[in-house]
């Protein structure tokens, strides 16, 4: 090391291994299904396209079809990955049953690996929260993602067959998220099903684990986020890695805690981010009501 390099800021953590590159050996997924509820765009569609490089046949599933026809046409380039799709509104256990039906009359066989990433979420101050808008968050997020691993469940608990199921959490689920009570409330519901299935199902062959990703951009955030992000500026600066994540790191821990690799993993949540949830400063910044975050007013105003 020279002395110039000394001088400079700390680098942060390396940058990972360029797009296409697989975590695990070349098809560890060959002649497996794995389904993956919001797999049309984002990091749904970031998991699937790495579960295809393994030799995974994937079953896209999600509420769009134009964006989950979108999503089988790049996926199936990767390889020749075999892609199918099922459009599903996951709040309704009649629609999650077609879907794996649909899965089995597709790709052959009922899903090996469920990915339970579909989610929904917006900012919001706790007071301002409508009904109808916590009832939406939380039953997609936790009631959908609770119907789609129960049939995941019955289907192999009545085949006698093992399964792996990954459900794409959040940190705040641990902290807590102030502007985010729907989310956060349903996320902790999804993680205690980690722990609670991955007991119950455990003598059965299936393991339940938690992925969480930390600040990952794509292309396809939403407005919100976007709006959030343009905010607050220099991204990097603000992770103790001192980079944002990539959308294939969050690929490459599912690939594993789905793997033949990972067979003693489970009940785990593993976070993806660079360490960024368990930042403390020495000294607390000011505190900023949500409010105030979010550009609001006095309540009631």
């Known amino acids: 090391m020279t002395n110039a390099e000394t001088e400079t800021d ?33 990091l749904g569609k970031a998991i699937a396209a790495e579960f295809a490089r393994l030799g995974a046949g994937l079953m896209l599933v999600g509420r769009t079809a134009a964006r989950l026809e979108a999503a089988r046409r790049e996926l199936t380039e990767i390889g020749g990955a075999r892609v199918a799709t ?4 996951i709040r309704e256990p009649a629609a999650v049953a ?8 597709a790709l052959g066989s009922r899903p090996d690996v ?32 609770w119907f789609m691993t129960r049939e995941f469940g019955r ?11 990954v459900n794409v959490g959040a940190s705040y689920a641990w902290t807590g998220g102030p502007g985010f009570a729907h989310s956060a409330a349903a996320k902790a519901g999804v993680k205690n099903l980690v722990e609670t299935l991955a007991v119950e199902w455990g003598p059965y062959g ?6 969480v990703p930390g600040l990952m951009p794509h292309d396809d955030m939403t407005g919100d986020i976007r709006g959030a ?15 944002v994540g990539y959308p294939r790191e969050l690929g490459w821990a599912a690939t594993f805690l789905a793997s033949p690799y990972a067979r003693f993993v489970s009940g785990h949540t593993l976070v993806v981010d ?6 403390r400063a020495l000294v607390n910044d000011p505190v900023v009501p949500v409010r105030e975050q979010l550009g609001r007013g006095r309540f009631g105003e």
């Open 206 to 211: 299936i393991q339940v684990n938690g992925l």
């Open 114 to 145: 469920l990915v339970n990433n579909a989610a929904a979420n917006f900012p919001v101050p706790a007071e301002e929260l409508s009904p109808n808008g916590w009832r939406a968050v939380v039953d997609i997020t936790l009631t959908g993602t």
């Open 229 to 243: 992000l343009a905010r607050a500026p220099r991204q990097d600066a603000r992770q103790p890695a001192l980079r």
């Open 155 to 165: 289907r192999h608990l009545a085949a006698r067959t093992p399964g792996s199921v």
């Open 86 to 89: 099922a459009a599903c509104d």
């Open 98 to 105: 077609g879907a794996f039906d649909a899965c089995e009359a």
């Open 10 to 42: 700390p680098p942060g953590l390396p940058a990972p291994p360029p797009l296409g590159t697989s975590a695990l050996p070349p098809g560890t997924y060959e002649g497996r299904t794995v389904l993956v509820t919001g797999g049309g765009s984002g």
């Open 274 to 279: 660079g360490a960024n949830w368990q930042r």
